[in-house]
């Protein structure tokens, strides 16, 4: 039997705390600053001590990741920062979708901000880099009914 297809797709979704979050209160809470893999790698086995980085929860080309196929989406918007280290991972992902049997009503798109690092619309809301970005994700969000897209209700908190 066919899986239902969403009409859009938000592979890392996030929400801020704070304001929009008021019953979370974190204490002794401290980021972590992911700068290099082997930070990514050590976290990665703090979250999950029984699964590499390189497993398909984040590498979904990884050997045994199930087929790009099976990603029941329309359309896909992939945003990379360009100085992001994790770059080469996301650009190798928007590639290996372009190639794969994925089906979708058109071409993976694939959206760099130039300058800019990991998470920096997260770090730098009031950017104009970040604001563009958003905006970009916010018009394809803005194509689906929020009923078929949870994304674009998140989508517009920030835009």
């Given amino acids: 039997m066919p899986q239902p297809r969403d009409e859009g797709a938000a592979r890392n979704k996030y929400r801020r705390g704070g304001d929009c979050a008021p019953a979370l209160l974190l204490t002794g809470a401290r980021p972590f600053e992911f700068l290099d893999w082997l930070k990514l790698e050590v976290s990665w ?15 979904p ?26 770059h080469d991972q996301g650009k190798t992902y928007y590639n290996g979708l372009k190639q794969s049997v994925w089906v979708g009503t058109s071409p993976p798109e694939f959206f760099e901000t130039l300058g800019e690092g990991h998470v920096f619309h997260l770090t730098h809301l009031d950017s104009e880099k970040a604001k563009e970005m958003m905006k970009t994700v916010e018009v394809i969000a803005a194509e689906f009914p929020i009923g078929q897209n949870s994304v674009t209700a998140d989508v517009k908190k920030y835009a």
Wanted: net charge neutral; proline share 10%.
């Fill in 45 to 59: 086995n703090i979250t999950y001590p029984w699964k590499g980085p390189l497993d398909p929860h984040i590498n």
């Fill in 61 to 86: 080309l990884a050997l045994g990741a199930p087929s790009l196929k099976c990603l029941t989406c329309n359309r896909v918007l992939v945003c990379q920062a360009e100085l992001d280290f994790l």
